[in-house]
Structures are given as structure tokens and as C-alpha cells.
């Protein structure tokens, strides 16, 4: 069998190809295409692209936002058996051409937007070749080859087909060379958690679940929105969009959500939704309350990473019910639910350096029951390594035989019930006067005085100490509300807090614009050193 994700998509429209695959909404109108016409523009791109000297193996550089030309250009990649490469929107130069010598494209389809970037970057210019599309002036159709469709290369599973780049918050962006296999095992993983059926209407928010609802046969809606600020959409378009297409489900990530249903709770509105699937960040219990309370069917929460998603997933009431037993059942921390069947989850202790395997194998490493640990997995839709990267390998792999492990660099405790509860960043653990603090808790413990939006529990260095425990808090204008640090105080006991900092904006990581960026949090309270209130 072809392992060419392509071919498989196309076996799919072959099944239904009057049913519509994409709806493109944008302020100057709507954009629709099916199953059957979306293979058809695919084959002949492929072909086009290939009579401009690509070939399989080459990689392609795609600068273009979610939309049908987006997905008509990147499946005719696969297509072709050439590489997709994507570099985040919100890159800046350094990172752009960081990834650009690594990935060392041989194309460049982008938006005249885009092609400005050439004007900045030198690896940008360096790649061969240049092509720009622009739905209404430049049309991707004029790259097809008009009359000559060609087939889907024949690849195997192992063929590399997409090449993206972590965030890079804490240290430089890693290269993750997805192959054609890990695609369909992905898929597999995301059809058997997510339960689509051929008669829903997806919202996806974020690329990889257009993919997913294409092998599926389900339509995909592209939300009339920025991708690069999903926390500042407008709620009454979004809304407007999901009512008319009749969406049944959506999937994205929690900034997205939080601000679509706060604006529905003020007007008294529900989410039209059967079921609402949301992660890439966590989502806290006030958030999870919301969705619960505005979504008409479910809402659910994942939790997976750019290395392994899904890991594992949650509905959200359960989550809520979860986490409403004193101590959590005896468990703290953020509860995502049970691993899907389709990975394997260990929990190894707390480590700083590389994992090597000794003679006593997990022996050494797994941690007792209940106890936290680093979050490892392993399975089909597991990255096992990263592109020309041995370093990001050794530090963030293990090898066990032929079997390659993920660290994930998160820690959990691992209930009897086999629910993972989430604790935190094993990079960001406090470590005070002898003891682990660990910064999950304690900030789900802040969200819920009054008054505090989100919260980012850290350490920082100290002579005496080791580090101070610091809360920083995000509050209206930046000022506490009366009592407010008392009842933090008294919320986070016995939890240490040295520091309390409130801030009118803790920085968010620049993809979902939802966790805490650590590195520009501490680089916000090094310039603000008056602004605390101590411990």
C-alpha cells in the first residue's frame, strides 16, 4: 500500500466527492470546495509544481494562512512526495532563518506578504525557487499544470512529509520531522479520541485537525479569525460563522475559547456545539467551568505536545468533578484524564540532564505510585527524534533498544484510577530550602481568589535559599484588589511565597497565547524590581 498520506486522502474523496471538505470564511466573502474538487486542484498543483523542477524529497516552504489554498498547497506537496515545511507566523528573523538552513528548501509558495520577509532575510533569498499566491490576484490555479494531473508518489511509511519547529521557549527550536506513517498514525489517534463522524461540521483552530477531518470525510470550517492572535478574535463573527454553517463540533486552542465563550455568557448565548475539544495549553479549572456551562453538548480537554498529540484527554465536568474532592483525592495538580490506547505513558523522576539506560534499565528511573515524575511516552504518533539535531535528541529522547521514548518535560502524578494529573514544568519546579514545590498548585490555587486572571508560580535565585518562591499575578491595572494578598497568601499555605508580583500581563507563549513564557516573565521582573509585595 502507498503510505503517501496524499493517496490516502484521495481514496477518501473518492468516497464522497460532492461533499464539501473546506468553507473559507473572510470579510470579502465565502469560499467553499469539495472532497472531489479539492483532489482534482491537488493533482494537477503536484504537477505543476513538479514541471518547476521539484521533485520527491525536496523540501517546500508554505507561508500561507489557514485556507483552502493553504491545504491545496501542502497536500500536493505530500502529493508529490516532496517535504511541507512550516515556520510559525509570529517567527522573528532569527528564528526564520534558523529554521530556514535547517529544513534548506528548494521552493517558496507564500503570500506577497510573505515574500517581503526575502527582503530581511538572506536564507530566504538563498532558496531557489519563489512562488506567490494570492487568493483573488495571484491565484494558486495558475501553478497547476491545466490539462495533466500526475499520481500520488509511491512513498513508504518512513518517507518524511512535514517539517515544523517547537516553540523554543527555553532554549532554540527543535525541527520535528513528521513522516508519512506518523501522519496516518496520528490521524488514527485523533479519529479514535475526538469520535467525528462523516455527518458533523469541524471548526478547527489549529492546522494539524484540518488534516485529521480530510482522512476523516469530515468539512472542516476555517474560523474567520487571526491564527497568530487567537485570544483577540471577534466572538460575534466567530459565533455568527459557527450559526450558519451549522458546526456541530470544534477543535482549538484555549485563548480561542476562553474569549468566544465569555463573550456568549454575557449575552445569555450557548456554543451550538455537540462537542468542543480544546488544548496545547492547560486549561484551568475557571476556564473548564466556563466551556462546561456554554457548550450546549461537551467540552473536552487534550493534552498532547508538537512531539505527541494526543497523550491523553478529559470531558471537562469530569475534570471539574475531579479536582472539586478535597486535595484532589489526595492528588494535586491539573487533571487531564487517561492516556489514549494508542501510547504508552511512564513517569520517571525529576532529572535536569540527559536519560541514559543502565544496567537497571527503568529500574533506576520510574517513580513509586502517586509520586511526581516526568511525563514520558512512547508509540506511532511519537516523534522519535528531530531533524539534524543529536544535541535536542540526547536531551530529550531515550533510548530503550529499538523503542525511542519522549521526555515531554512535564511532570505528573499518576492516580489509581490511571488519571495523569498535571504538576507543572519540570524545568520550572521550585527548589527552596531543600524541598520541591511545584508551580501547577499553587497557581491553580490563585485562580481562584477574586480578582486574578492568570498566575505563573516560579523560582528565583537566592543566597540563603536556594530560590525564592514568587507568584506573579495578573490583575486589573496591575494593582491588587483589597485583601486580595492576604487571601492569596492564605490560598497558596503551606505552599511557600516569598514574593508576590502583581503584573496587568504575564507574557504568553507566542503559539497559543496561553501558557506562561517563563523567560519573558523573568525577563519582565528583572526590569520591574520595585513592583512586588513581599512574603
Not at 21 to 46: C, D, H, M, N, Q
Request: charged share 20%.
Amino acid at each position: 500500500m502507498n503510505a503517501n498520506i496524499a493517496a490516502r486522502l484521495s481514496e477518501r474523496a473518492a468516497n464522497h466527492p460532492q461533499r464539501t471538505a473546506i468553507v473559507e470564511g473572510k470579510r470579502e466573502g465565502t469560499r467553499r470546495v469539495t472532497f472531489g474538487e479539492l483532489s482534482e486542484r491537488v493533482a494537477r498543483l503536484a504537477a505543476g509544481l513538479e514541471a518547476r523542477g521539484l521533485k520527491p524529497g525536496d523540501s517546500v516552504l508554505l507561508f500561507i494562512p489557514m485556507s483552502i489554498d493553504l491545504y491545496t498547497a501542502l497536500i500536493a506537496v505530500f502529493h508529490l512526495g516532496a517535504v511541507a515545511v512550516f515556520v510559525d507566523a509570529w517567527a522573528g528573523r532569527a528564528r526564520l532563518d534558523s529554521a530556514v538552513r535547517a529544513a534548506r528548501p528548494r521552493a517558496f509558495l507564500g503570500t506577497p506578504r510573505a515574500h517581503l520577509l526575502r527582503l530581511t532575510s538572506g536564507a530566504m533569498r538563498a532558496i531557489p525557487t519563489a512562488l506567490v499566491v494570492h487568493p483573488r490576484w495571484l491565484p494558486l490555479e495558475r501553478l497547476a499544470a491545466p490539462q495533466r494531473a500526475r499520481e500520488a508518489a509511491a512513498l513508504a511509511a518512513d518517507a518524511p512529509a512535514l517539517i515544523t519547529f517547537t516553540t523554543g521557549s527555553t532554549g532554540r527550536p527543535k525541527a520535528a520531522v513528521r513522516t508519512h506513517g506518523f501522519l496516518w498514525a496520528q490521524h488514527l489517534a485523533l479519529a479514535a479520541h475526538l469520535g467525528l463522524t462523516t455527518e458533523d461540521v469541524d471548526m478547527p483552530t489549529l492546522p494539524v485537525f484540518v488534516l485529521n477531518n480530510l482522512a476523516c470525510g469530515v468539512t472542516s470550517v476555517i474560523p474567520n479569525f487571526d491564527p497568530r492572535r487567537p485570544a483577540e478574535i471577534d466572538p460575534a463573527r466567530v459565533y455568527r460563522q459557527m450559526v450558519d454553517e451549522r458546526v456541530t463540533t470544534s477543535t482549538g486552542s484555549p485563548a480561542f475559547y476562553e474569549r468566544l465563550a465569555a463573550w456568549c455568557a454575557g449575552r445569555g448565548l450557548k456554543l451550538p456545539l455537540r462537542a468542543l475539544f480544546t488544548g496545547g495549553a492547560p486549561v484551568p479549572p475557571p476556564l473548564a467551568r466556563l466551556l462546561a456551562d456554554t457548550v450546549t453538548g461537551h467540552a473536552h480537554v487534550l493534552y498532547g505536545s508538537t512531539e505527541a498529540e494526543p497523550i491523553a484527554g478529559i470531558e471537562a465536568r469530569a475534570m471539574l468533578a475531579a479536582m472539586s474532592v478535597p486535595g484532589g483525592g489526595g492528588m494535586e495538580g491539573l487533571c487531564v484524564g487517561r492516556p489514549v490506547p494508542e501510547i504508552a505513558v511512564r513517569l520517571i523522576r525529576p532529572h535536569d540532564g540527559p536519560v541514559v539506560l543502565g544496567d537497571r534499565g527503568w529500574g533506576e528511573w520510574d517513580v513509586a505510585p502517586v509520586e511526581v515524575g516526568e511525563v514520558v511516552v512512547s508509540g506511532d504518533h511519537v516523534l522519535p527524534g528531530y531533524l539534524d539535531d543529536p544535541e535536542g535528541e540526547r536531551a530529550n529522547k531515550i533510548r530503550d533498544g529499538a523503542r525511542v521514548w519522549h521526555r515531554t518535560g512535564d511532570a505528573a502524578r499518576l492516580d489509581t484510577e490511571g488519571r495523569l494529573w498535571l504538576m507543572g514544568r519540570i524545568a520550572q519546579r521550585v527548589r527552596r530550602a531543600g524541598e520541591v514545590w511545584w508551580s501547577v498548585p499553587a497557581e491553580a490555587r490563585a485562580l481562584a481568589v477574586a480578582g486574578v486572571s492568570h498566575a505563573a508560580y516560579l523560582g528565583i535565585p537566592d543566597p540563603t535559599l536556594g530560590e525564592r518562591a514568587v507568584l506573579c499575578v495578573e490583575v486589573t491595572g496591575g494593582r491588587l484588589p483589597p485583601n486580595a494578598g492576604e487571601a492569596l497568601r492564605a490560598a497558596l499555605a503551606p505552599m511557600p511565597l516569598d514574593e508576590l508580583r502583581p503584573l496587568a500581563r504575564i507574557p504568553r507563549d507566542p503559539r497559543h497565547r496561553s501558557k506562561t513564557d517563563t523567560v519573558g516573565l523573568r525577563a519582565l521582573l528583572d526590569a520591574m524590581p520595585e513592583n512586588r509585595v513581599s512574603g
